[in-house]
């Protein structure tokens, strides 16, 4: 009786496991998942900010919930295609960008 027992749970972790492996088609986040969507958002956004022609101190304010890490290696790779490419930045349509983030000192002006 205890060998059929045993053999009944090898069955039945044997049918379980491959369930288990396709947990990423299930949409269950894994902490390196999350993690990675982060750092690409942050990239993302920081290469915005820069196309945007704004500084990264002000990139920190407005998106203090990205990795500021992230953000400044998307701002870097922006600057340096930028340069490479002689592109312009493009003037944001918006109005104060700090008076938006609930700062009270007016924003720098693009140069």
Not at 1 to 6: A, E, F, G, I, Y
Not at 25 to 43: H, N, Q, S
Not at 59 to 73: E, Q, S, T
Request: net charge positive; with cysteine; glycine share 8%.
């Amino acid at each position: 009786m205890r060998v059929l027992s045993r053999l009944r749970l090898v069955a039945l972790l044997a049918a379980v496991a491959p369930l288990l492996a396709g947990c990423d088609l299930l949409g269950i986040d894994t902490p390196a998942k999350v993690a990675e969507r982060r750092a690409a958002e942050g990239r993302a956004i920081g290469a915005a900010c820069r196309h945007a022609g704004r500084a990264i101190e002000d990139c920190y304010v407005l998106n203090r919930r990205a990795d500021k890490a992230a953000m400044f290696a998307g701002w870097r790779e922006m600057n340096d295609y930028m340069r490479e490419n002689q592109i312009d930045a493009v003037v944001p349509q918006l109005g104060n960008p700090a008076a938006a983030a609930g700062d009270e000192r007016p924003a720098r002006q693009p140069s």
